[in-house]
């Protein structure tokens, strides 16, 4: 992103910049004349000193006394720069020498003989000078104003004077000026900077205040005011800007107490719910929202509840709907009564009820979900002359930092009760991002989708699991219970109640039952054509929607007068809630059924006390105990009686009774001990792929 300076930065860059720019210029202008007027002086002191001495040793070279040459180049070598100084006779030779310099050649150079020459090197200077006799008289102008012209006398040339001068301490009072300079503009950026930015600051200040002022105020901090520490047209800024403040917070607060007022009435018309007098699922988002902020913001922990009754449609079916809206009113004040000062209840639609548990753990969260549930499951609904038990599954989702909006978490909340219901209802599931089960859940709405897609691939299959005796005895037929399953995307196992309830909801189970129904006579096919056959009691679950489906009793109608030898080898489980509400029908396919030998189990029996008076209208062969009571029968005796109740019921009518549910060897042992024929469950055996089933014993 690119930068942009602020009015203080732009400040002091007006007042240091120009001064930069000339102080970096006269740096450079008087470094440059210094280097120039250093390097001038030597060549000019060079020049005087050679041209001095041509005269001083003509004397010593004519007459050819070295010792008064030495003792006259000796003097001269004594100033500061020289190397050395030499004389050179006429032949070129050295005749005396004072100092260093290599003057060998110098006569073969070609060196001028009116004029003094310059030799430059790197590190010093080099200067000859002509040593000519006085008397004789040379007329250089003309010999130059005359182009190709001789002068009509020659100087008589006695010899040179050599003078090497060093440049060391030249370069030397170079290098010091310019450091020197350097220092000197340094210390005056500085020193400007430093003004500048105190000026600056003074400057700027009080507008950088007004700026944060009027930034707070246009986003709602109407209680913003900036210092009136400034005079004349700064000062009367900061009195405007606060005056403005003044006036728009005094606004603003008459205008927010009647949009309290008015909008205390709307809520209060709009946020609850007209049959239970809960708030509405609207006003209950609302809260969530709020809830999710102040953990997103503040760190704080909160627990949603998301509650769906079991078997509320059996009430529904078999009593009306008025039956329904009265349990619907009745359990929402016995949830109220439970219900603490912080939290919040309030009913979503239909049957399903929300929980806000703000500043609550989930351990505490979970003991308040379990008091709900227990209330739920030891109240009895009456409808004339008719009790009814209901449950309730309860999915939990904690929220906290890593929740992300209202949606996700009230969908993940319904996934939770999904799998809680899945787990044999009446449960509390609470909400992990890697829980597999609730992964199933997610986007109930693609169901339709992938369930005709899964059906067009052939990604459904079957697993199963056996019913085995109680007592360990044989009756030489293996009974297994056939489980529908889906294989996902990434071939990972899809359980049935992922996707049955939007099957149920969209009209698809009898498509599914069909599937189910030919893939099992299939597998008859299969084991009876085996040598020897294998002998197996397939029980099929059918839905409520495939009993009402006259096309699909039709079709498996027919598949049985094609294949009437399977007969046998079928037993179809039909839940409480189907048989009760279908119960003409049911009776009747039934009657079809038996025809061909098969059998039939009514399944989740005594989820509603009323079942027992349907019960004896039913011709089934296998009474299948809700699991629900089945799972806590070591710790609930209310549960342990229900179970007993229906055993003995099953016995006077002659049907032979299987537990779901059987999760532990305590669970076994006391269904042994009632004397219930059959069980199923996991601590029973788990299930399987269809393949191992075509294995004999």
Same mark, same amino acid.
């Given at each position: 992103?690119?930068?942009?300076?602020?009015?203080?930065?732009?400040?002091?860059?007006?007042?240091?910049?120009?001064?930069?720019?000339?102080?970096?210029?006269?740096?450079?202008?008087?470094?440059?004349? $210094?280097?120039?007027?250093?390097?001038?002086?030597?060549r000019t002191r060079a020049v005087a000193i050679v041209r001095q001495l041509g005269p001083a040793t003509e004397y010593g070279v004519a007459s050819g006394n070295v010792e008064v040459l030495r003792t006259l180049l000796e003097k001269a070598a004594i100033e500061p720069d020289i190397r050395g100084v030499a004389v050179l006779a006429?032949?070129?030779?050295?005749?005396?020498?004072?100092?260093?310099?290599?003057?060998?050649?110098?006569?073969?150079?070609?060196?001028?003989?009116?004029?003094?020459?310059?030799?430059e090197y790197k590190e010093h200077l080099v200067y000859y000078a002509p040593i000519t006799r006085t008397e004789v008289v040379v007329d250089d102008y003309q010999a130059q104003d005359v182009p190709g012209g001789r002068a009509s006398e020659s100087p008589q040339l006695l010899g040179w004077v050599a003078l090497d001068v060093s440049?060391?301490?030249?370069?030397?009072?170079?290098?010091?000026?310019?450091?020197?300079?350097?220092?000197?503009?340094?210390?005056?950026?500085?020193?400007?900077?430093?003004?500048?930015?105190?000026?600056?600051?003074?400057?700027?200040?009080?507008?950088?205040?007004?700026?944060?002022?009027?930034?707070?105020?246009?986003?709602?901090?109407?209680?913003?005011?900036?210092?009136?520490?400034?005079?004349?047209?700064?000062?009367?800024?900061?009195?405007?800007?606060?005056?403005?403040?003044?006036?728009?917070?005094?606004?603003?607060?008459?205008?927010?107490?009647?949009?309290?007022?008015?909008?205390?009435?709307?809520?209060?018309?709009?946020?609850?719910?007209?049959?239970?007098?809960?708030?509405?699922?609207?006003?209950?988002?609302?809260?969530?929202?709020?809830?999710?902020?102040?953990?997103?913001?503040?760190?704080?922990?909160?627990?949603?509840?998301?509650?769906?009754?079991?078997?509320?449609?059996?009430?529904?079916?078999?009593?009306?709907?008025?039956?329904?809206?009265?349990?619907?009113?009745?359990? !929402?004040?016995?949830?109220?009564?439970?219900?603490?000062?912080?939290?919040?209840?309030?009913?979503?639609?239909?049957?399903?009820?929300?929980?806000?548990?703000?500043?609550?753990?989930?351990?505490?969260?979970?003991?308040?979900?379990?008091?709900?549930?227990?209330?739920?499951?030891?109240?009895?609904?009456? +409808?004339?002359?008719?009790?009814?038990?209901?449950?309730?599954?309860?999915?939990?989702?904690?929220?906290?930092?890593?929740?992300?909006?209202?949606?996700?978490?009230?969908?993940? !909340?319904?996934?939770?009760?999904?799998?809680?219901?899945?787990?044999?209802?009446?449960?509390?599931?609470?909400?992990?991002?890697?829980?597999?089960?609730?992964?199933?859940?997610?986007?109930?709405?693609? +169901?339709?989708?992938?369930?005709?897609?899964?059906?067009?691939?052939?990604?459904?299959?079957?697993? +199963?699991?056996?019913?085995?005796?109680?007592?360990?005895?044989?009756?030489?037929?293996?009974?297994?219970?056939?489980?529908?399953?889906?294989?996902?995307?990434?071939?990972?196992?899809?359980?049935?109640?992922?996707?049955?309830?939007? !099957?149920?909801?969209?009209?698809?189970?009898?498509?599914?039952?069909? +599937?189910?129904?030919?893939?099992?006579?299939?597998?008859?096919?299969?084991?009876?054509?085996?040598?020897?056959?294998?002998?197996?009691?397939?029980?099929?679950?059918?839905?409520?929607?495939?009993? $009402?489906?006259?096309?699909?009793?039709?079709?498996?109608?027919?598949?049985?007068q094609a294949s009437p030898e399977f007969g046998p080898h079928l037993c179809f489980e039909i839940t409480e809630t189907a048989a009760i509400g279908n119960l003409a029908v049911v009776n009747g396919f039934i009657d079809a059924m038996r025809g061909f030998g098969c059998r039939f189990a009514l399944d989740d029996f005594g989820s509603?006390?009323?079942?027992?008076?349907?019960?004896?209208?039913?011709?089934?062969?296998?009474?299948?105990?809700?699991?629900?009571?089945?799972?806590?029968?070591?710790?609930?005796?209310?549960?342990?009686?229900?179970?007993?109740?229906?055993?003995?019921?099953?016995?006077?009518?002659?049907?032979?009774?299987?537990?779901?549910?059987?999760?532990?060897?305590?669970?076994?042992?006391?269904?042994?001990?009632?004397?219930?024929?059959?069980?199923?469950?996991?601590?029973?055996?788990?299930?399987?792929?269809?393949?191992?089933?075509? $294995?004999?014993?």
């Open positions: 992103m690119r930068y942009v300076p602020g009015i203080r930065g732009r400040v002091i860059g007006l007042a240091v910049l120009p001064m930069a720019i000339v102080g970096v210029l006269l740096f450079f202008q008087m470094i440059t004349s $210094k280097i120039e007027d250093l390097d001038e002086s030597l006429g032949d070129g030779q050295l005749m005396v020498q004072a100092g260093l310099g290599n003057w060998n050649g110098a006569a073969h150079a070609g060196l001028p003989t009116t004029r003094i020459q310059q030799i440049r060391s301490a030249t370069l030397q009072s170079q290098r010091e000026a310019i450091l020197h300079s350097l220092a000197i503009l340094l210390a005056g950026l500085v020193a400007s900077l430093y003004l500048a930015w105190r000026i600056g600051r003074q400057i700027t200040r009080p507008i950088l205040a007004l700026t944060h002022a009027v930034s707070r105020i246009g986003e709602g901090h109407l209680d913003e005011r900036v210092a009136q520490d400034s005079n004349a047209e700064l000062g009367m800024l900061q009195r405007g800007v606060n005056h403005m403040a003044s006036h728009l917070e005094a606004m603003h607060g008459q205008m927010q107490e009647k949009i309290d007022m008015a909008t205390a009435r709307l809520v209060y018309q709009a946020s609850h719910d007209a049959l239970t007098g809960l708030i509405n699922r609207r006003e209950f988002e609302l809260r969530l929202e709020r809830a999710l902020q102040t953990a997103l913001q503040q760190g704080r922990e909160h627990v949603l509840c998301y509650m769906d009754l079991d078997q509320f449609k059996v009430i529904n079916d078999t009593c009306g709907h008025a039956a329904g809206d009265e349990l619907l009113r009745q359990l !929402a004040l016995l949830l109220k009564g439970n219900l603490r000062e912080r939290d919040t209840l309030a009913r979503l639609g239909g049957d399903e009820f929300a929980l806000l548990l703000e500043n609550c753990g989930v351990a505490d969260a979970l003991e308040v979900a379990d008091s709900f549930r227990n209330e739920v499951q030891r109240f009895r609904f009456k +409808w004339g002359d008719r009790v009814f038990s209901i449950g309730m599954s309860v999915g939990m989702v904690a929220i906290d930092r890593t929740s992300s909006d209202v949606a996700s978490l009230l969908t993940a !909340a319904d996934a939770a009760c999904y799998v809680a219901k899945d787990r044999g209802r009446n449960q509390i599931h609470l909400y992990e991002t890697r829980d597999s089960d609730l992964a199933r859940h997610r986007g109930e709405m693609q +169901w339709v989708t992938r369930i005709h897609r899964a059906l067009e691939e052939k990604r459904l299959y079957l697993s +199963w699991q056996e019913i085995r005796r109680t007592d360990g005895g044989s009756e030489g037929t293996r009974h297994v219970e056939l489980l529908l399953r889906m294989r996902d995307d990434d071939d990972s196992e899809i359980l049935p109640m992922a996707f049955i309830p939007a !099957a149920e909801r969209y009209a698809i189970m009898p498509a599914l039952d069909t +599937w189910v129904i030919e893939e099992t006579l299939r597998l008859c096919h299969r084991h009876l054509a085996a040598a020897p056959p294998l002998h197996c009691l397939f029980a099929i679950n059918l839905s409520g929607a495939s009993l $009402k489906d006259p096309e699909f009793r039709r079709t498996l109608l027919a598949h049985l509603g006390l009323s079942s027992f008076t349907y019960l004896k209208n039913l011709k089934v062969d296998y009474l299948k105990i809700d699991g629900a009571f089945v799972r806590d029968i070591v710790h609930n005796p209310v549960d342990r009686s229900m179970v007993e109740a229906i055993h003995r019921i099953g016995q006077q009518m002659g049907l032979r009774t299987v537990a779901e549910y059987v999760e532990s060897p305590q669970i076994l042992a006391l269904l042994k001990e009632m004397g219930v024929d059959y069980v199923q469950g996991m601590s029973v055996h788990r299930p399987e792929p269809l393949e191992t089933l075509c $294995k004999p014993e």
